[in-house]
């Protein structure tokens, strides 16, 4: 199947994007990623095995991460990457929410940035 170009994949799901965020930090197998989005998201996003693995189908879908090999120690972990395709799609992502953040400061919903 042909990769669509990034602009055409954008809006990504959040669990998609955090997805991302997680794999950008490096090489993990599912259940790690399950457990660093509950880390950061559990009150907010609530996972589930099943939606992180269907997700997971999606960017292994669209190219956006790849499957690399099993653990050494257990052959039935599947062990997931970030791939230059998906480090793309997922800047245009930040960029993107970046823009929205900026517009809800101009309208005031958000405070300004005090760095």
Do not use: C, N, W
């Amino acid at each position: 199947m042909p990769f669509r170009p990034a602009d055409e994949i954008l809006p990504l799901t959040p669990l998609s994007f955090e997805i991302l965020l997680a794999l950008l930090e490096g090489e993990r197998h599912g259940y790690a990623i399950l457990q660093a989005l509950e880390g950061r998201l559990s009150p907010t996003l609530p996972m589930r095995t099943g939606t992180l693995y269907r997700a997971l189908s999606r960017l292994l879908d669209e190219g956006l991460i790849e499957k690399s090999g099993p653990d050494s120690d257990d052959e039935r972990r599947r062990y997931y990457r970030i791939t230059a395709r998906g480090r793309k799609v997922a800047k245009a992502e930040a960029e993107r929410l970046a823009d929205q953040v900026a517009a809800a400061r101009a309208h005031r919903l958000l405070p300004e940035d005090r760095r």
